[in-house]
């Protein structure tokens, strides 16, 4: 679907329009062949930049093809995964093309941040902030309870291992993500022209895009070692079960021998004594306190 959008400086909301207008915002969203053909045809676009938008192993990269400036960045879908998110600077438009909705068109729609279409580079790093600004919210969501889990750690259950497990996958991708947009940001600033004040902005970007990087790195750290004392415990634990499991066989098995030997149909030591029952309950309690204080010496 294609849709135009304009909003000048002097403007105070964003206007939507039926055809396209020089100094306008296209927002492509999940485009079929045919648009893509249009928009390849009517702005002179390169297709398979094009294409590359709506592949969600794209890495992020910057291209200039005739001197409109292709930047693929990531976004995020509303499942919290990361989407490619190609931005187009060209002469006369900005446009924005991905294979689904994300959160930072809805923002621009809804008037949440400042975005005049007719300031293409200024309109591109609000973009690029509110990208950063909603990496960092799902990182430090993530952060926080990891921390609570931490803390928690010796009453982990499954279910709590389960979801660590699925926040690490998440982080694994953010870190894959902050990354490559470190790369982006630098060759941004040596391969386009941005005024002083707009490079400061660039700059910042890159400060919290580091930040972001090493509270992920950070983050797969603790999950790691949550994991490894997980581990530990139920190795621990299961250690604790089967020697339980192997002193109760050993202490039915001591009084089941025993009765074994003296059930046999042979002449055995004070069969004919009327004291024999004690005798053989007194020694299998003797050979249970032997062999409980050389477990406990041993072992405890």
């Not at 930049?49 to 200039?64: C, F, S, V, Y």
């Not at 941004?188 to 972001?212: P, V």
Request: aromatic fraction near 10%.
């Amino acid at each position: 679907m294609i849709t135009y959008f304009k909003r000048t400086i002097k403007e105070k909301e964003m206007h939507k329009l039926e055809k396209f207008s020089v100094g306008s915002w296209i927002n492509v969203v999940n485009p079929t062949k045919e648009e893509i053909d249009l928009l390849v045809r009517e702005f002179g676009l390169d297709k398979q930049n094009l294409l590359a938008g709506l592949d969600q192993n794209e890495t992020p990269r910057i291209d200039i093809v005739n001197k409109d400036v292709y930047l693929f960045v990531k976004g995020l879908a509303p499942t919290k995964e990361l989407t490619t998110f190609l931005i187009i600077i060209s002469k006369n438009f900005i446009l924005t093309l991905s294979k689904e909705n994300i959160d930072v068109i809805d923002s621009i729609l809804c008037g949440k941040i400042e975005f005049h279409t007719t300031q293409k580079l200024k309109s591109l790093i609000q973009i690029l902030s509110q990208l950063n600004k909603g990496f960092e919210r799902a990182t430090l969501g993530i952060v926080k309870a990891v921390r609570s889990r931490r803390k928690k750690i010796n009453e982990l259950s499954e279910k709590d291992v389960n979801l660590l497990l699925e926040y690490e996958e998440i982080l694994n991708s953010f870190v894959y993500y902050y990354y490559h947009i470190l790369i982006l940001y630098n060759r941004m600033l040596k391969r386009i022209k941005f005024y002083e004040e707009d490079r400061e902005i660039i700059e910042d970007l890159i400060i919290e895009a580091n930040e972001g990087f090493n509270l992920c790195k950070s983050s797969l750290k603790t999950i790691s070692n949550i994991r490894d004392h997980y581990m530990i415990l139920l190795s621990n634990k299961l250690n604790r079960i089967l020697t339980i499991l192997t002193l109760v066989t050993i202490f039915i098995s001591i009084p089941a021998a025993i009765s074994g030997i003296y059930g046999m149909n042979v002449k055995l030591p004070f069969q004919e004594n009327p004291l024999a029952f004690v005798y053989i309950l007194v020694m299998i309690i003797i050979i249970w306190v032997l062999f409980y204080v050389y477990l406990k010496k041993k072992m405890f």
